[in-house]
């Protein structure tokens, strides 16, 4: 086999020698040996600097990680602070509240220390007591009043039961005298109370002959008999102050409302004696009803009709 020839160096440019094939073989291991020294010896640097800045770039934005989380807690916790304050600050709100009622501090000096305010004759302002009657065969019922109304106070109060919107009312329309209705039987009453003043009005009943009698500040004025005899006052109905009904809890009458105030109105299921009239009249006894006492949370108004701190009785007695 011919041997192949081969360009061994510049300075023998255009000499060609016949390389020996062992001494071919040597110089390309020679080579390829040096580049893998070349590249094994530079290889390890590289890594380690790519390495390096890699963990740079990741440490940092670690960093900026943390920061904004950071920062994130913190807002986070400014939010839940000032939520927690304002929070903090609304139950003691309420609990200072509860406590005021709890030792009878309210608007009200007392629950009882309340009036009832109906300023306008119309059809939709009025008080209604929550609590009902019993059947009853006697009763009194008193209260302080205080209009100036004409013609005529209204209607005080009106009790209505199913079948029968006026079972008890009291009322002053028109130019008539105050009636007292018991079952829509009328009595008139010798009583005068329009004249601005607070005035202290009782009256009573008993289904025995139908018995009546009414007070005015203590006095009684007037009594009579044959009012609804035998008729026992029907359980379970409404009892609305300063509206007249014509059904059950409705369908009130703009001409006989009430218009000025009203307080203190207690019923007993009894008919109390003179002297304890006169007592309550004239502030020396405090005696709630034992059917429906003044309470304030056994009053609702309704239609722009509200409820003020009342005078004292005392108060009320000096208007006289």
């Known amino acids: 086999m011919a041997s192949a020839l081969v360009r061994i160096s510049p300075e023998h440019e255009g000499q060609w020698l016949?390389?020996?094939?062992?001494?071919?073989?040597?110089?390309?291991?020679?080579?390829?040996?040096?580049?893998?020294?070349?590249?094994?010896?530079?290889?390890?640097?590289d890594f380690r600097e790519v390495l390096q800045r890699r963990l740079g770039e990741l440490e940092r934005q670690l960093l900026r990680k943390v920061a904004e989380l950071e920062d994130e807690k913190s807002l986070l916790h400014?939010?839940?602070?000032?939520?927690?304050?304002?929070?903090?600050?609304?139950?003691?709100?309420?609990?200072?509240?509860?406590?005021?009622?709890?030792?009878?501090?309210?608007?009200?000096?007392?629950?009882?220390?309340?009036?009832?305010?109906?300023?306008?004759?119309t059809n939709y302002l009025y008080g209604k007591v929550k609590k009902t009657l019993p059947e009853l065969y006697a009763f009194t019922i008193c209260?302080?009043?205080?209009?100036?109304?004409?013609?005529?106070i209204g209607t005080p109060?009106?009790?209505?039961?199913?079948?029968?919107?006026?079972?008890?009312?009291?009322?002053?329309?028109?130019?008539?005298?105050?009636?007292?209705?018991?079952?829509d039987k009328v009595a008139q009453l010798p009583l005068f109370v329009s004249d601005g003043k607070w005035h202290h009005i009782c009256v009573t009943w008993t289904t025995r002959d139908g018995m009546w009698e009414a007070f005015q500040d203590g006095e009684k004025l007037g009594t009579g008999e044959n009012l609804a005899p035998w008729h026992p006052i029907k359980p379970g109905g409404v009892l609305i102050l300063g509206q007249e009904q014509d059904t059950i809890g409705g369908r009130f009458d703009a001409t006989?409302?009430?218009?000025?105030?009203?307080?203190?109105?207690?019923?007993?299921?009894?008919?109390?004696?003179?002297?304890?009239?006169?007592?309550?009249?004239?502030?020396?006894?405090?005696?709630?009803?034992?059917?429906i006492p003044w309470v304030d949370n056994n009053v609702d108004v309704f239609g722009g009709a509200s409820k003020w701190p009342a005078e004292t009785c005392e108060e009320r007695l000096l208007d006289l």
Not at 159 to 182: D, H, K, S, T
Not at 269 to 284: G, K
């Open 143 to 152: 209260l302080w009043l205080r209009s100036s109304a004409s013609p005529g």
């Open 18 to 45: 016949p390389p020996s094939p062992r001494g071919s073989c040597i110089a390309r291991q020679k080579r390829h040996q040096l580049r893998g020294n070349v590249s094994a010896a530079a290889l390890p640097g």
């Open 78 to 121: 400014n939010e839940t602070s000032a939520h927690r304050q304002k929070t903090e600050s609304a139950l003691n709100a309420l609990l200072q509240r509860v406590s005021e009622l709890e030792r009878g501090n309210s608007a009200f000096k007392s629950p009882d220390a309340f009036k009832v305010s109906l300023p306008l004759r």
């Open 157 to 183: 109060f009106s009790y209505a039961v199913p079948r029968q919107a006026n079972e008890i009312v009291l009322i002053e329309w028109g130019n008539n005298p105050i009636e007292l209705l018991i079952n």
């Open 256 to 291: 006989q409302a009430f218009v000025g105030e009203l307080s203190q109105f207690n019923i007993w299921d009894r008919v109390l004696r003179a002297q304890e009239i006169v007592n309550i009249a004239n502030c020396s006894t405090n005696m709630p009803g034992n059917v």
